[in-house]
């Protein structure tokens, strides 16, 4: 198994809750270095909330990947929707994510496209909703293809959003944009709410798994909650998946508590009894 940890924090200070040393993106990347980690994940609402240069340098410094960048703050702070039934709200969303794409691909990073997709519209219609996101999705790929970069869209609970909560239908949605640099991104505390069979919807993702969040049922870090993570394990394994283990997670009982148990679990999971 060739899976790389990180954790996923925030180029700034942020409502949303699962994210390790928001807003101290130097820290992050310091407690990763020590940890052993391959890389980190940010959350970044536009690209001059963290100069590039700088974050290069410190990456460089501690032998680091940015492992992806993180859209969801951008509608959480700023109402951004891929699926703004508003024209001009649509293409202010496709920009801001193109633009994020273009500060990723100094780094060979995708962006992750997760409650960015949007939410119920207000005439209620979701398959137009879908249509509109769909739309905006191509866009954002194409122009992420010509730089050599992916994209990645997330399955997201229905608390938090009427679109896309399955893999089978984030799968569904990928088919239909139908770029190559589009994939899934599953996050284990979303499937442990809508999946029937999480191991069997990983294995059905197989090769469009693009990226992981590993988080628990009460999205502490993976073995603090009561996910059963040896049939997720499994299904990764037996999907082929080779990408980031991405702790996006409550900063309980600490930021740092919380990176030290992904360290310990992800590192387990190279051990004979695997899960721990
Ligand atoms: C983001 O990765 C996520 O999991 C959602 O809960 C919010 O964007
Ligand atoms: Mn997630």
């Not at 807003?23 to 992050?28: I, L, S, W």
């Amino acid at each position: 198994m060739s899976w790389k940890a990180c954790v996923a924090t925030s180029a700034g200070p942020t409502g949303f809750g699962p994210m390790l040393f928001a807003g101290r993106v130097r820290e992050c990347i310091e407690v990763s270095r020590e940890l052993g980690f391959g890389g980190v994940e940010i959350s970044l609402r536009r690209p001059d909330e963290l100069d590039r240069g700088e974050l290069e340098a410190l990456l460089r410094a501690a032998r680091l990947e940015l492992a992806a960048l993180a859209s969801g703050r951008m509608i959480l702070e700023e109402g951004l929707s891929l699926a703004d039934i508003d024209e001009r709200g649509r293409a202010r969303a496709v920009a801001r994510i193109e633009e994020l794409t273009d500060y990723g691909a100094a780094f060979g990073a995708p962006v992750i496209v997760g409650l960015v997709r949007g939410n119920k519209p207000p005439d209620g219609d979701l398959d137009g909703a879908l249509e509109r996101f769909v739309e905006s999705m191509r866009e954002c790929a194409d122009h992420a293809a010509e730089r050599g970069v992916g994209i990645v869209v997330e399955a997201i609970n229905r608390y938090e959003t009427a679109l896309l909560n399955t893999a089978a239908q984030t799968v569904a949605a990928i088919e239909r944009i139908g770029r190559p640099n589009v994939a899934v991104l599953l996050d284990a505390f979303h499937m442990n709410i809508e999946e029937v069979d999480v191991g069997a919807a990983i294995r059905a993702t197989g090769a469009r798994l693009g990226h992981f969040h590993l988080a628990d049922s009460n999205r502490h870090a993976a073995g603090l909650g009561h996910i059963d993570f040896e049939p997720v394990v499994t299904a990764l394994a037996d999907a082929g998946y080779e990408g980031w283990l991405s702790a996006e997670v409550l900063p309980l009982p600490s930021d740092r508590a919380a990176a030290e148990q992904h360290a310990r679990f992800t590192t387990s999971l190279s051990e004979p009894s695997r899960v721990s």
